[in-house]
């Protein structure tokens, strides 16, 4: 199957999980990624462990972020390769980075720069918090990204302390939306023939993320919504949104109506609950309500009766129980990756499907500069 991608080529700069990312997801659609990694150390992110697997002596977070890409091996201070780097890019479609704004400048490399000798470039680059302003020298990391733009206060229990998500999701959004950006840039090249600058930053990505709650917050007189006290699911939705242990597990309730739930359930107290209007008020009182009633039935029993009425529910599965499911290995999410030293590794998929195909890649992560060789001599660099 031909990919909408393949011909483009994209020089990636980008380090951690921001940046590649993106390179992934355009690796995933057909473009040919070369990855510009250090001497010696590579990526600093062949070091990051988020646990205590690793394969091939790296990380499997590196594995499972850098499959279908090539290792370049350049010293940006040196002239010869730096050089070297200038002969790519005048070939290249796009280029991406994520380095603190001013750094690409410092090694002859910013966008002016660039777009001097390739005007047809896609220049992207996703910095922590923008180029401007007394932040823009802050580091881009996921936890403190979450931390700064009040998200940490919309899971966990009202009294709970900030609680972040347990993904790099600032990371990913951010990806994500440069990903956006530089679709934007290739589909008008193709009608203009000029190239773009494209700039995310992880703190932007963070804010967009929430619009929905920042809207209601910016137009309710800056009146910050407390969290449920009781299985809270979300700030800003009235019972039953939540997640409640049955006798047996988990049951999650999205927006549901109270009465109606009251009667499938056998639930007496919540018939009480007559006046709609005070549904998000009393949340906590009709949460306390569905928690203590829930864990008198094993999570099927609900289940059985719920979904036979069309209310918005689900099992609570974690990892393992997934797996297990019939509409999870529907989907084949799961795919196999081999690198070149014949390490083998399970991983996510692209989510994308074009013309109903899955797309699959069977190339795991690139060793440290395994692609070098080959580079210059396919793109002619001296």
């Known amino acids: 199957m031909s990919l909408p991608l393949e011909g483009i080529l994209v020089i990636d700069f980008s380090q951690f999980l921001s940046g590649p990312s993106a390179s992934l997801r ?3 659609l057909g473009a040919e990624v070369i990855k510009i990694e250090r001497p010696i150390i590579g990526d600093i992110c062949r070091a990051l462990y988020v646990s205590d697997v690793t394969i091939d002596g790296e990380s499997t977070i590196f594995h499972a972020i850098n499959r279908n890409k090539k290792s370049f091996v350049a010293d940006l201070k040196s002239p010869i390769d730096l050089q070297k780097i200038k002969q790519l890019l005048k070939q290249a479609d796009v280029v991406m980075h994520n380095f603190r704004p001013g750094v690409m400048n410092k090694l002859g490399l910013g966008y002016e720069m660039v777009a001097e000798i390739n005007p047809g470039i896609i220049y992207a680059e996703i910095s922590g918090y923008g180029e401007e302003g007394p932040w823009k020298d802050r580091p881009g990391q996921d936890l403190l990204l979450q931390a700064v733009t009040g998200i940490t206060y919309l899971s966990g229990n009202h009294d709970d302390a900030p609680t972040p998500m347990g993904v790099a999701v600032a990371d990913l959004l951010a990806g994500t939306q440069l990903v956006q950006g530089i679709l934007a840039g290739l589909f008008n090249k193709g009608i203009t023939g000029q190239g773009a600058k494209v ?4 703190m932007e990505s963070m804010l967009d993320f929430q619009f929905e709650v920042l809207t209601c917050f910016y137009n309710d007189g800056e009146q910050l919504q407390p969290r449920s006290s009781v299985n809270n699911g979300h700030a800003y939705i009235a019972a039953p949104y939540g997640i409640y242990q049955t006798q047996n597990g988990w049951l999650a309730l999205a927006m549901g109506n109270i009465i109606q739930l009251g009667n499938l359930l056998g639930c007496e107290p919540l018939l009480q609950m007559t006046d709609s209007t005070k549904w998000f008020d009393e949340r906590d009182l009709i949460k306390s309500m569905l928690k203590t009633h ?10 059985h009766i719920l979904e036979a009425a069309d209310i918005w529910c689900a099992e609570v599965f974690n990892y393992e129980q997934l797996r297990k499911q019939e509409g999870y290995q529907q989907l084949q999410m799961e795919q196999e990756v081999k690198t070149s030293a014949g390490i083998k590794l399970t991983t996510t998929r692209c989510p994308i499907r074009i013309d109903g195909e899955i797309l ?16 210059e001599d396919q793109y002619h660099l001296s």
């Open 26 to 28: 355009l690796g995933d």
């Open 199 to 202: 700039q995310v930053s992880m």
């Open 294 to 303: 829930l864990q008198t039935q094993s999570t099927h029993h609900w289940l």
């Open 360 to 375: 699959l890649s069977a190339i795991g992560a690139p060793a440290l500069g395994e692609h070098t060789k080959f580079i």
